[in-house]
């Protein structure tokens, strides 16, 4: 049953320690995002890769924020320094562009406290 | 620019009773896909269903339906034979296909399935 994970699944930390969030896409996917949760916002699309390549992240604070395939198997993204505000839960998702449907399949997602 | 509304911040429906969430988007592509997403409690997406721009029949997936009205773009989500577990946050979501693959989702609607 191929699904997509994360680690850490939560996560609690004090205002300007880094951060780093870890997720494997679903193997054979080509693309891969990176959503932020909160009450206020809803869901915002932070960046996506495809083929490993960043395409889009002008959701990203790009100051603090940086987001990485190193390989085919792994994308991160890292908060450095954190601030309170970026307290959310953040969701990987992969998919196969070319697909009927284009499906993401979303992660479990990581829940990111900031103290 | 692609926006996605949906107006319904909370709904009611009596189980068994169909229920539908509505959906209204706005983009300048000739080609998009719309999708719902199912978010329950236990916070993960659940893709629901999807249904193609140039798609001549309206999706269906089990008891999903999407009744999707070209002209008046709208994606409005059917929910047949409402059972308990059908209580989650419901997201409308659309990918517009200039935009590559990138996705945008509503605020969503939370629906309450009573006993």
């Known amino acids: 049953d191929a699904r997509v994970t994360q680690t850490p699944r939560h996560k609690v930390t004090e205002m300007g320690q880094e951060v780093t969030m870890r997720c494997q896409p679903i193997?054979?996917?080509?693309?891969v995002f990176w959503y932020r949760q909160t009450m206020m916002q809803g869901l915002e699309l932070l960046a996506y890769?495809?083929?490993?390549?960043?395409?889009?992240d002008s959701g990203m604070p790009k100051d603090r924020f940086s987001a990485e395939m190193p390989d085919a198997t792994l994308a991160t993204l890292k908060i450095q320094p954190s601030e309170p505000r970026d307290s959310a839960v953040y969701f990987c998702?992969?998919?196969?562009?070319?697909?009927?449907?284009?499906?993401?399949?979303f992660g479990p997602g990581t829940r990111l406290t900031v103290l | 620019a692609q926006k996605i509304t949906q107006t319904q911040p909370g709904m009611f429906v009596q189980e068994k009773e169909a229920v539908t969430l509505d959906c209204t988007y706005d983009?300048?592509?000739?080609?998009?896909?719309l999708f719902w997403y199912k978010q329950p409690s236990s916070g993960e997406m659940i893709f629901l269903i999807y249904?193609?721009?140039?798609?001549?029949q309206n999706a269906t997936e089990g008891r999903y339906s999407l009744n999707f009205q070209k002209a008046r773009k709208s994606a409005n989500l059917v929910i047949s034979a409402s059972q308990l577990g059908d209580s989650a946050m419901y997201f409308c979501?659309?990918?517009?296909?200039?935009?590559?693959?990138?996705?945008?989702f509503g605020a969503g609607t939370r629906l309450f399935v009573k006993a």
């Open positions: 979501a659309m990918r517009g296909n200039t935009g590559g693959f990138k996705t945008i």
């Open positions: 193997l054979g996917h080509n693309t």
């Open positions: 890769f495809r083929n490993r390549a960043p395409l889009d």
């Open positions: 983009t300048s592509d000739p080609s998009y896909g």
């Open positions: 249904q193609g721009s140039y798609d001549q």
């Open positions: 998702a992969s998919g196969l562009q070319g697909a009927y449907n284009n499906e993401q399949f």
